[in-house]
């Protein structure tokens, strides 16, 4: 089970930080994801996180103003998001899946509830 929070109101150019927990002993072996939905708009990926933490990927469209991260210890994946734009509002979704687990919503087996981030101008 997957636990998301952090999100809420902020204005361009400002910062928020999601976090994302996990119950269970054994989120060390899941690839983690944050995606993010938009009204009448696809589930898309964000940020994707391997199983050690060691490789990250990111959307081009959040490249160099989002990082993120995990603590194993913590049971817990973050989204730094920096550099806010109007356009990065959305409900945002964590998520984990297999190790195979890759950039679409279809590949990962477990999700939190979400949390709504909105970007004023």
């Known amino acids: 089970q997957l636990q998301a929070s952090g999100g809420g109101l902020v204005q361009a150019g400002g910062s928020l930080r999601l976090s994302c927990t996990a119950s269970g002993r054994t989120f060390s072996s899941y690839v983690l994801g944050w995606f993010r939905q938009a009204p009448g708009k696809e589930r898309d990926i964000v940020a994707r996180?391997?199983?050690?933490?060691?490789?990250?990927y990111y959307a081009d469209s959040v490249k160099g103003r989002f990082t993120i991260s995990r603590d194993n210890s913590k049971n817990t994946v973050y989204l730094q998001m920096n550099s806010l734009k109007p356009e990065d509002t959305a409900v945002y979704y964590c998520?984990?899946?297999?190790?195979?687990?890759?950039?679409?919503?279809?590949?990962?087996?477990?999700w939190g509830q979400g949390t709504l981030v909105t970007v004023s101008s």
């Open positions: 998520a984990a899946g297999g190790v195979l687990a890759g950039l679409t919503y279809m590949e990962y087996q477990y």
């Open positions: 996180i391997s199983r050690s933490g060691g490789s990250t």
